[in-house]
């Protein structure tokens, strides 16, 4: 695979996964508000369904945010001229 066809594949996965995270943090945001809602009016769920679902949308959240950084560090290599599927070489310290 040449340079612009990495590019390419990691820019479209890139959106991908920002439209997912995108998605997810909603989805989080909304358990939130339905979940204060209900403390507000009285109606008495089960709390254990809302933290359950905070907890999937944190981990989901996080993973996605996880695969952002990696797509980033491989455009990165990318700009840096090491090419396709090679690691960049390790910094000692």
Do not use: F, H, W
Request: no cysteine.
């Amino acid at each position: 695979m040449d340079e612009q066809q990495a590019r390419t594949r990691l820019q479209a996965e890139r959106a991908e996964v920002a439209d997912l995270l995108a998605g997810t943090e909603s989805a989080e945001q909304q358990d939130r508000a339905d979940e204060d809602e209900e403390a507000e009016t009285g109606d008495s769920a089960d709390a254990g369904v809302y933290l359950t679902a905070e907890a999937m949308d944190d981990s989901t959240a996080e993973t996605l945010r996880d695969r952002l950084a990696a797509i980033d560090r491989a455009l990165k290599r990318l700009d840096d001229g090491y090419p396709a599927g090679l690691a960049a070489p390790s910094v000692s310290e």
